[in-house]
Structures are given as C-alpha cells and as structure tokens.
C-alpha cells in the first residue's frame, strides 16, 4: 500500500493500556501515512489505568511505530493529557524531534495554530479529580461490555451499536457539556489572535468555524481511537476529518505483514545516538 504524504497528523485519546483501545487499527493507520509532523495530542498513555498484566504487543507497536517515526526524522509533538498528567513535569523536554509539551503553537502556512488536550475546561478534572478517574474505569469497563456485544451482533449479521453514544445522546448535560468545551476553546482562541484551535479530551472528532463578537475560528477536535477511531489531516492547506473504516485496509494488506516487526529498526534506532541525543540535552 502507497503511504499518503501529509503534512501535520494529530491523533488524541489513544489510551493505551486500556481494554478499549483500538492499537492494532492505529498502528495500520500510522503505517498508511507517511507525515512530516505529528501531534499527539494528549492520552496517548493511559497512565490513570496502566497496569503490567495488561499490555499486548499490538500496544507495543505502536509505541514502536512513533520511535520509528522519529528516527526518520519526524518532528513528534507529544501533547500532555490528563491520562497522562504525570508527564507534564518535563514539559519543554526534547529529544532529537521528539518534543514533550503541554500546548503548542504551529504556524501553519502564514495562519497560527493552537494545540492543547483541553482538559482545562473539564471541572471535574478540576475540583473532583477522583471521581474522574472512578469514571474513566467504568467508561473502560462499558467498552469493554460495548465489544462483547458487538461480537456476538456481528456473529448474527447484526449491525454494531455503541453504548457511549446512546447514553451520551440521551443526558442533555453531556451534549451541553461538548457545546460549552468548543465554545470556551473557541473564545479563548479568537482572544490569542490564533487562525485555528485542537483539542482532543472528549473524544468527539469535529471540524467547524465558530464566530463570536470579537472574531471567528476554525474549531477542531481530533477525537480518539477508543470508539470512533479518528484523526487530524492537513495537507494543501486544508484539514480534514480521517475517519478509520476496516474496508480501507484489506486482509491482503494485513498478511503481507502489515502488524509485523520485520522492519529494520536497527538501523534507524540507534541506542547509542538516542543516549548521545538524551546527554546532548541535558547538556545544554
């Protein structure tokens, strides 16, 4: 399979180390593209819910596969989230092209850019960080309940349902909650002066323009790859929503060893340069 030139990739939401992640489908996306940035925007690692008994290889690969992107020279922009909130202490660290940030600006063709995980505007996050962590287990939990069901719907030619989705449709204050979050994120962005503002955290992928009194902006949201497996494009000036579909990327695909580790990686993923890299820096 040819892979796409893209200029920025943002995924958001990964959640890896949790039941309800979708690894082996990003790994074939990552594998499909062929981007001069990345922007992993928060909750790529699902520290809150980390746990050693459950940590399949597909998880590793895609770790692997960000390395590799990197050793080719990729500029990765790791975006903190509250996921993974323990990484925010080494915000600004570096590491080749591989960057550690809590927010970011881009500009991106004469127009600036502002990436954040935007769990700022979460007040949960804010004031009962406990009670978001006891909801982030039974989300994982209502997934992974989500797939058995689908398995057995699939097994009788049954179209696939998402318990999330109708839950979320049918609690008012969850589709305010989403309204208030690209509001906010809007405002704020028109206030910096900013062309364009990304977040991720609500794992609800959009792209629309929101107009205020003071100004407009082009909102987006690269949603996540728990349930709607989706991401972030711009290329040619545009950016546009990629939406995974299983058709896209045949069984002839998948046998040619598209899930395989038999890339040379040594070659490219020297340890000895990274620990030159990591000595570099600290040097500095």
């Given at each position: 399979m040819?892979?796409?030139?893209?200029?920025?990739?943002?995924?958001?939401?990964?959640?890896l180390g949790t039941y309800g992640c979708h690894a082996k489908e990003l790994l074939k996306y990552l594998k499909s593209i062929k981007p001069k940035t990345l922007i992993l925007n928060g909750d790529i690692i699902d520290i809150w819910q980390f746990s050693k008994s459950y940590w399949p290889e597909?998880?590793?690969k895609v770790i692997r596969k960000l390395m590799k992107f990197v050793s080719e020279g990729v500029q990765v922009h790791y975006l903190t989230g509250n996921h993974d909130e323990m990484l925010r202490k080494f915000d600004g660290m570096e590491m080749g092209t591989f960057h550690l940030q809590n927010k970011l600006i881009l500009e991106l063709d004469g127009k600036k850019a502002w990436f954040f995980h935007g769990d700022v505007f979460d007040v949960t996050m804010q004031h009962s960080k406990w009670l978001a962590k006891l909801g982030a287990v039974g989300y994982d939990t209502l997934?992974?309940?989500?797939?058995?069901?689908?398995?057995?719907?699939?097994?009788?030619?049954?179209e696939k349902m998402s318990f999330s989705k109708k839950i979320k449709a049918k609690f008012k204050d969850a589709v305010k909650f989403i309204n208030s979050f690209e509001q906010t994120a809007a405002e704020l962005a028109i206030e910096k002066g900013y062309h364009y503002v990304v977040c991720g955290h609500i794992h609800q992928a959009e792209q629309r323009e929101i107009a205020t009194e003071d100004g407009k902006v082009t909102y987006l949201n690269s949603g996540d790859w728990v349930e709607n497996l989706t991401a972030l494009e711009y290329q040619d000036q545009n950016w546009?929503?990629?939406k995974y579909e299983h058709q896209h990327f045949t069984k002839d695909e998948l046998d040619e060893g598209l899930l395989s580790d038999a890339e040379?990686?040594?070659s490219k993923l020297d340890i000895n340069i990274l620990l030159q890299n990591i000595k570099y820096e600290i040097a500095q």
């Open positions: 040819d892979k796409r030139n893209v200029d920025v990739v943002v995924i958001s939401d990964v959640h597909s998880h590793m997934i992974l309940i989500n797939s058995f069901v689908n398995w057995v719907l699939t097994a009788f030619g049954r546009t929503v990629f040379d990686l040594k």
